[in-house]
């Protein structure tokens, strides 16, 4: 899950998980933890590369999620 953005385009990690956007779907969580990891290293190449450190907080501030009720909210 993705945070949304606020006005500055940092992620609003306080923001209610229902309205954060699902990035994709995974058979197990561990399979979700991986995909993160490796999104998380390329972004860090990124921001290492070009001093842009947008990409890497949304990044960072993703959530892997397994049948979460606070998404019904």
């Known amino acids: 899950m993705v945070p949304a ?6 992620p609003d990690v306080l923001a209610p998980l229902s309205r954060w956007k699902m990035d994709g779907s ?7 933890n991986r995909r993160h990891r490796t999104d998380l290293q390329a972004s860090l190449r990124w921001k290492h590369k070009t001093g842009e450190s947008q990409a890497y907080n949304s ?11 606070r998404l019904a909210r």
């Open 5 to 10: 953005s606020l006005p500055n385009g940092q």
């Open 26 to 32: 995974y058979d197990t969580v561990q399979d979700c």
């Open 59 to 69: 990044t960072q501030a993703e959530k892997c999620v397994s049948d979460d009720l």
